[in-house]
Protein backbone atom coordinates (compact mmCIF):
# COMPACT_ATOMS: atom_id res chain seq x y z
CA UNK A 1 0.00 0.00 0.00
CA UNK A 2 2.42 2.17 1.36
CA UNK A 3 4.72 1.55 -2.13
CA UNK A 4 1.58 2.28 -4.33
CA UNK A 5 0.98 5.50 -2.33
CA UNK A 6 4.82 6.14 -3.46
CA UNK A 7 4.56 6.10 -6.84
CA UNK A 8 1.69 7.93 -6.80
CA UNK A 9 3.08 10.95 -5.24
CA UNK A 10 6.18 10.56 -7.69
CA UNK A 11 3.71 10.63 -10.52
CA UNK A 12 2.34 13.91 -9.20
CA UNK A 13 5.71 15.29 -9.30
CA UNK A 14 6.48 14.40 -12.19
CA UNK A 15 3.00 15.89 -13.92
CA UNK A 16 3.50 19.23 -12.10
CA UNK A 17 7.33 19.22 -13.13
CA UNK A 18 6.36 18.57 -16.48
CA UNK A 19 3.28 21.23 -16.25
CA UNK A 20 6.08 23.74 -14.83
CA UNK A 21 8.67 23.28 -17.42
CA UNK A 22 5.71 23.80 -19.87
CA UNK A 23 4.84 26.75 -18.55
CA UNK A 24 8.32 28.43 -18.00
CA UNK A 25 8.87 27.46 -21.55
CA UNK A 26 5.51 29.20 -23.37
CA UNK A 27 6.15 32.25 -20.85
CA UNK A 28 9.95 32.66 -21.81
CA UNK A 29 8.79 32.37 -25.54
CA UNK A 30 5.56 34.69 -25.62
CA UNK A 31 8.08 37.06 -23.54
CA UNK A 32 10.95 36.80 -26.05
CA UNK A 33 8.22 37.41 -29.06
CA UNK A 34 6.89 40.19 -27.33
CA UNK A 35 10.47 41.55 -27.36
CA UNK A 36 11.67 40.89 -30.27
CA UNK A 37 8.05 42.95 -31.70
CA UNK A 38 9.30 46.04 -29.71
CA UNK A 39 12.92 45.88 -31.15
CA UNK A 40 12.25 48.48 -33.81
CA UNK A 41 15.37 50.54 -33.52
CA UNK A 42 18.72 49.90 -35.10
CA UNK A 43 21.89 51.37 -33.43
CA UNK A 44 24.38 50.16 -35.59
CA UNK A 45 23.71 52.92 -38.54
CA UNK A 46 26.97 53.01 -39.72
CA UNK A 47 26.97 49.08 -40.67
CA UNK A 48 23.61 50.18 -42.96
CA UNK A 49 24.08 49.79 -46.73
CA UNK A 50 20.39 50.25 -48.10
CA UNK A 51 17.25 51.56 -46.64
CA UNK A 52 14.01 50.88 -48.89
CA UNK A 53 11.02 52.71 -48.37
CA UNK A 54 7.37 52.29 -49.89
CA UNK A 55 3.97 53.88 -49.99
CA UNK A 56 0.27 52.72 -50.88
CA UNK A 57 1.00 55.10 -53.95
CA UNK A 58 3.41 52.51 -55.56
CA UNK A 59 6.24 55.15 -54.58
CA UNK A 60 9.57 53.45 -53.92
CA UNK A 61 12.93 54.48 -52.28
CA UNK A 62 15.79 52.55 -52.69
CA UNK A 63 18.88 54.75 -51.04
CA UNK A 64 22.16 53.13 -50.83
CA UNK A 65 25.72 54.44 -49.53
CA UNK A 66 28.62 54.69 -51.55
CA UNK A 67 31.88 55.76 -51.24
CA UNK A 68 30.66 59.76 -51.40
CA UNK A 69 27.32 59.81 -50.76
CA UNK A 70 23.53 58.06 -50.20
CA UNK A 71 22.04 58.09 -53.33
CA UNK A 72 18.00 57.49 -54.33
CA UNK A 73 17.22 54.73 -57.01
CA UNK A 74 20.61 54.85 -58.49
CA UNK A 75 19.84 58.47 -59.95
CA UNK A 76 20.67 61.09 -57.19
CA UNK A 77 22.49 62.05 -54.57
CA UNK A 78 20.30 61.97 -51.61
CA UNK A 79 19.73 65.53 -49.04
CA UNK A 80 22.35 65.04 -46.46
CA UNK A 81 19.52 66.66 -43.96
CA UNK A 82 17.06 63.82 -45.19
CA UNK A 83 19.96 61.24 -44.76
CA UNK A 84 20.88 62.37 -40.82
CA UNK A 85 16.98 62.62 -39.78
CA UNK A 86 16.12 59.20 -40.96
CA UNK A 87 19.55 57.86 -39.30
CA UNK A 88 18.10 59.26 -35.85
CA UNK A 89 15.34 57.90 -36.14
CA UNK A 90 16.33 54.24 -37.17
CA UNK A 91 18.86 54.29 -34.20
CA UNK A 92 16.85 56.29 -31.40
CA UNK A 93 13.24 54.92 -31.74
CA UNK A 94 11.50 53.08 -29.00
CA UNK A 95 8.09 51.91 -28.32
CA UNK A 96 6.09 54.59 -26.06
CA UNK A 97 3.31 52.48 -25.23
CA UNK A 98 1.08 49.31 -27.14
CA UNK A 99 -1.60 49.92 -28.58
CA UNK A 100 -5.05 48.91 -26.69
CA UNK A 101 -6.62 45.70 -27.56
CA UNK A 102 -9.95 47.38 -28.45
CA UNK A 103 -8.06 49.59 -30.53
CA UNK A 104 -6.21 47.07 -32.24
CA UNK A 105 -8.23 46.03 -35.05
CA UNK A 106 -8.75 49.80 -36.07
CA UNK A 107 -5.31 50.66 -36.01
CA UNK A 108 -4.12 48.01 -37.95
CA UNK A 109 -6.76 48.53 -40.30
CA UNK A 110 -5.84 52.08 -41.08
CA UNK A 111 -1.91 51.12 -41.30
CA UNK A 112 -2.90 48.27 -43.77
CA UNK A 113 -3.95 51.52 -46.19
CA UNK A 114 -1.47 53.70 -45.14
CA UNK A 115 1.65 52.78 -43.58
CA UNK A 116 5.20 52.86 -45.14
CA UNK A 117 6.80 49.59 -45.58
CA UNK A 118 10.56 50.00 -44.25
CA UNK A 119 13.54 47.35 -45.30
CA UNK A 120 17.17 47.94 -43.46
CA UNK A 121 19.66 45.83 -44.50
CA UNK A 122 23.40 45.68 -43.21
CA UNK A 123 25.28 44.28 -46.09
CA UNK A 124 23.26 41.75 -48.17
CA UNK A 125 21.36 41.18 -45.05
CA UNK A 126 17.93 42.40 -43.99
CA UNK A 127 18.18 43.26 -40.67
CA UNK A 128 14.97 45.49 -39.86
CA UNK A 129 11.72 45.31 -41.46
CA UNK A 130 8.77 47.29 -40.05
CA UNK A 131 5.74 49.19 -41.04
CA UNK A 132 5.40 52.95 -40.00
CA UNK A 133 1.89 54.41 -39.68
CA UNK A 134 -0.16 57.41 -38.74
CA UNK A 135 0.00 59.74 -36.07
CA UNK A 136 -1.43 59.49 -32.39
CA UNK A 137 -3.87 61.93 -31.54
CA UNK A 138 -1.85 63.61 -29.45
CA UNK A 139 0.79 63.60 -32.53
CA UNK A 140 3.61 62.63 -29.95
CA UNK A 141 4.64 58.72 -32.09
CA UNK A 142 3.60 56.87 -34.20
CA UNK A 143 1.67 53.55 -34.77
CA UNK A 144 4.31 50.67 -36.18
CA UNK A 145 4.39 47.63 -36.59
CA UNK A 146 7.13 45.07 -37.01
CA UNK A 147 8.39 42.23 -38.87
CA UNK A 148 10.26 38.84 -38.85
CA UNK A 149 13.01 40.18 -41.12
CA UNK A 150 13.80 36.39 -41.98
CA UNK A 151 10.63 35.40 -42.47
CA UNK A 152 9.09 38.97 -43.35
CA UNK A 153 6.42 37.78 -41.42
CA UNK A 154 4.52 40.93 -38.93
CA UNK A 155 4.54 40.21 -35.80
CA UNK A 156 0.29 40.66 -34.00
CA UNK A 157 0.78 43.57 -31.96
CA UNK A 158 1.32 47.04 -33.14
CA UNK A 159 2.87 49.76 -30.76
CA UNK A 160 3.23 53.73 -30.32
CA UNK A 161 7.02 54.41 -31.34
CA UNK A 162 8.73 57.66 -30.60
CA UNK A 163 11.87 59.56 -30.09
CA UNK A 164 13.19 59.90 -26.79
CA UNK A 165 14.13 63.94 -26.03
CA UNK A 166 11.20 64.51 -29.66
CA UNK A 167 8.41 66.32 -29.35
CA UNK A 168 6.14 65.07 -33.03
CA UNK A 169 5.45 62.07 -35.10
CA UNK A 170 7.70 60.36 -37.02
CA UNK A 171 6.67 59.26 -40.17
CA UNK A 172 8.15 62.64 -42.61
CA UNK A 173 11.73 61.56 -41.52
CA UNK A 174 10.34 57.85 -43.64
CA UNK A 175 10.31 59.25 -47.36
CA UNK A 176 9.22 57.27 -50.37
CA UNK A 177 8.85 59.91 -53.16
CA UNK A 178 12.16 60.13 -54.96
CA UNK A 179 11.89 63.41 -55.51
CA UNK A 180 12.31 64.53 -52.30
CA UNK A 181 14.90 62.31 -51.68
CA UNK A 182 16.98 64.78 -54.14
CA UNK A 183 19.91 67.14 -53.08
CA UNK A 184 18.72 70.56 -53.98
CA UNK A 185 22.45 71.47 -54.27
CA UNK A 186 22.48 72.48 -57.97
CA UNK A 187 25.73 74.40 -58.31
CA UNK A 188 28.76 73.50 -56.14
CA UNK A 189 31.61 74.97 -57.84
CA UNK A 190 35.31 76.25 -56.44
CA UNK A 191 37.73 78.46 -58.61
CA UNK A 192 40.27 75.00 -58.99
CA UNK A 193 37.24 73.47 -60.53
CA UNK A 194 36.12 76.03 -63.23
CA UNK A 195 37.63 77.41 -66.15
CA UNK A 196 35.44 79.40 -67.57
CA UNK A 197 31.62 81.44 -66.71
CA UNK A 198 29.85 82.98 -69.32
CA UNK A 199 26.44 85.27 -68.34
CA UNK A 200 24.09 86.04 -71.17
CA UNK A 201 21.91 88.79 -71.08
CA UNK A 202 18.60 88.37 -73.35
CA UNK A 203 17.49 91.78 -72.09
CA UNK A 204 20.18 93.89 -71.92
CA UNK A 205 22.85 92.07 -74.65
CA UNK A 206 25.86 94.58 -73.00
CA UNK A 207 25.30 93.77 -69.67
CA UNK A 208 26.95 90.10 -70.81
CA UNK A 209 30.07 89.24 -69.96
CA UNK A 210 33.03 86.33 -69.34
CA UNK A 211 35.32 85.15 -66.64
CA UNK A 212 38.29 83.14 -67.63
CA UNK A 213 39.69 81.56 -64.38
CA UNK A 214 43.51 80.72 -65.56
CA UNK A 215 44.38 79.79 -62.16
CA UNK A 216 42.88 79.98 -58.79
CA UNK A 217 44.23 83.22 -58.22
CA UNK A 218 44.49 84.48 -61.79
CA UNK A 219 41.25 85.64 -64.07
CA UNK A 220 40.36 87.83 -66.89
CA UNK A 221 37.01 89.51 -67.28
CA UNK A 222 36.00 90.32 -70.32
CA UNK A 223 32.69 92.53 -71.91
CA UNK A 224 30.05 91.25 -73.86
CA UNK A 225 32.12 92.27 -77.38
CA UNK A 226 35.18 90.15 -75.59
CA UNK A 227 36.97 93.44 -74.59
CA UNK A 228 38.92 92.73 -71.40
CA UNK A 229 38.03 95.19 -68.69
CA UNK A 230 39.92 96.24 -64.86
CA UNK A 231 38.20 94.75 -62.01
CA UNK A 232 38.18 94.73 -58.23
CA UNK A 233 39.98 91.23 -57.24
CA UNK A 234 38.22 91.09 -54.01
CA UNK A 235 34.76 91.54 -55.80
CA UNK A 236 35.84 88.66 -58.30
CA UNK A 237 36.59 86.31 -55.58
CA UNK A 238 33.29 87.03 -53.58
CA UNK A 239 31.44 86.44 -56.91
CA UNK A 240 33.49 83.19 -57.45
CA UNK A 241 32.41 81.80 -53.98
CA UNK A 242 28.74 82.45 -54.86
CA UNK A 243 28.83 79.13 -57.10
CA UNK A 244 29.30 76.75 -53.90
CA UNK A 245 26.53 75.12 -52.06
CA UNK A 246 23.46 76.68 -54.44
CA UNK A 247 20.28 75.15 -54.17
CA UNK A 248 16.54 75.93 -55.85
CA UNK A 249 13.43 75.41 -53.58
CA UNK A 250 11.50 73.11 -55.60
CA UNK A 251 12.14 70.94 -58.97
CA UNK A 252 8.69 70.86 -60.66
CA UNK A 253 9.85 68.31 -63.93
CA UNK A 254 6.90 66.66 -64.65
CA UNK A 255 4.55 67.83 -62.65
CA UNK A 256 3.21 71.02 -64.51
CA UNK A 257 3.64 70.38 -67.99
CA UNK A 258 1.63 73.28 -68.95
CA UNK A 259 3.88 75.34 -67.37
CA UNK A 260 7.01 73.58 -69.01
CA UNK A 261 5.73 74.08 -71.96
CA UNK A 262 5.30 77.79 -71.67
CA UNK A 263 8.42 78.24 -70.53
CA UNK A 264 10.05 76.01 -73.08
CA UNK A 265 8.61 78.37 -75.53
CA UNK A 266 10.13 81.64 -74.19
CA UNK A 267 13.62 83.22 -74.63
CA UNK A 268 15.42 83.10 -70.94
CA UNK A 269 16.23 86.41 -69.87
CA UNK A 270 19.65 85.47 -68.49
CA UNK A 271 21.97 82.19 -69.30
CA UNK A 272 24.58 81.23 -67.28
CA UNK A 273 27.29 78.74 -68.03
CA UNK A 274 29.97 77.25 -66.18
CA UNK A 275 32.93 74.90 -67.66
CA UNK A 276 34.80 73.08 -65.25
CA UNK A 277 38.64 71.84 -66.25
CA UNK A 278 37.09 68.40 -66.77
CA UNK A 279 35.77 69.69 -70.03
CA UNK A 280 32.10 69.82 -68.64
CA UNK A 281 30.10 72.62 -69.03
CA UNK A 282 26.45 73.05 -67.06
CA UNK A 283 23.91 75.36 -68.58
CA UNK A 284 21.77 77.09 -66.61
CA UNK A 285 18.70 79.52 -68.13
CA UNK A 286 16.31 82.11 -66.33
CA UNK A 287 13.09 82.79 -66.70
CA UNK A 288 10.64 85.33 -64.93
CA UNK A 289 7.89 83.93 -62.97
CA UNK A 290 4.84 86.13 -62.70
CA UNK A 291 3.61 87.61 -59.60
CA UNK A 292 1.56 85.70 -57.16
CA UNK A 293 -0.71 88.92 -56.34
CA UNK A 294 -1.34 92.16 -58.68
CA UNK A 295 -1.60 93.79 -55.33
CA UNK A 296 0.42 97.11 -55.07
CA UNK A 297 2.89 96.54 -52.50
CA UNK A 298 3.94 100.08 -51.02
CA UNK A 299 3.06 101.87 -54.40
CA UNK A 300 5.25 99.43 -56.54
CA UNK A 301 3.33 97.38 -58.94
CA UNK A 302 5.50 93.80 -60.04
CA UNK A 303 5.75 93.16 -63.65
CA UNK A 304 7.44 89.78 -62.03
CA UNK A 305 7.50 87.82 -58.91
CA UNK A 306 10.27 89.92 -56.80
CA UNK A 307 10.99 86.58 -54.62
CA UNK A 308 11.32 83.77 -57.19
CA UNK A 309 11.80 82.76 -60.24
CA UNK A 310 12.33 79.53 -62.85
CA UNK A 311 15.48 77.92 -63.88
CA UNK A 312 15.82 75.67 -66.46
CA UNK A 313 19.20 72.85 -66.07
CA UNK A 314 21.05 69.47 -66.53
CA UNK A 315 20.70 69.31 -70.29
CA UNK A 316 17.33 71.15 -70.22
CA UNK A 317 15.89 68.10 -68.40
CA UNK A 318 15.01 69.58 -65.47
CA UNK A 319 12.97 72.82 -64.24
CA UNK A 320 13.07 74.09 -60.78
CA UNK A 321 11.74 76.99 -58.74
CA UNK A 322 14.32 79.29 -57.08
CA UNK A 323 14.55 82.02 -55.12
CA UNK A 324 16.13 85.23 -56.18
CA UNK A 325 17.38 85.62 -52.94
CA UNK A 326 19.47 82.66 -53.67
CA UNK A 327 20.85 83.44 -56.91
CA UNK A 328 20.29 87.16 -57.88
CA UNK A 329 23.78 87.34 -56.61
CA UNK A 330 24.97 85.51 -59.93
CA UNK A 331 22.91 87.56 -62.26
CA UNK A 332 24.80 90.61 -61.84
CA UNK A 333 26.41 92.70 -64.82
CA UNK A 334 29.95 94.15 -65.79
CA UNK A 335 30.06 97.28 -63.49
CA UNK A 336 29.34 95.21 -60.15
CA UNK A 337 33.33 93.90 -60.95
CA UNK A 338 34.29 97.65 -61.49
CA UNK A 339 37.41 98.97 -59.30
CA UNK A 340 36.17 102.05 -56.96
CA UNK A 341 37.63 104.79 -59.07
CA UNK A 342 36.36 103.14 -62.43
CA UNK A 343 33.15 102.11 -61.15
CA UNK A 344 30.24 104.96 -62.21
Known amino acids: ?5 SFIIIGILLLLT ?3 LYTYKYKNRNSTIDGEAR ?24 LVRTKNAWVVNNKYPCRPDAILN ?21 ILKVMAATALKVEIYAGEKKVKQFYIGHETTDSEGSYALL ?24 IPRFIAKEGEWRD ?10 MKQIKLLNNEQPDSSFTIELLSTTDFKLKDAHGKE ?10 YLAYFQNVSYEA ?5 AKKLEDSLAALKPFVSLSVSSNNFRTSDYKFFYKQPTSLIPEEGVVYKHDPDRLYMRFDADKEWALIQFYVFGKLLVNPGYFAPASVKK
Open 1 to 5: MKKRS
Open 18 to 20: GFA
Open 39 to 62: NFKYQDTAAITKIFIADKEGDRST
Open 86 to 106: LMEAIKHMEVKMPVSKHAKEG
Open 147 to 170: SDPSSGENYKDPFVVFIPGFQGFL
Open 184 to 193: RVVMNFTPPQ
Open 229 to 238: IPFDINKMKQ
Open 251 to 255: VFTGK
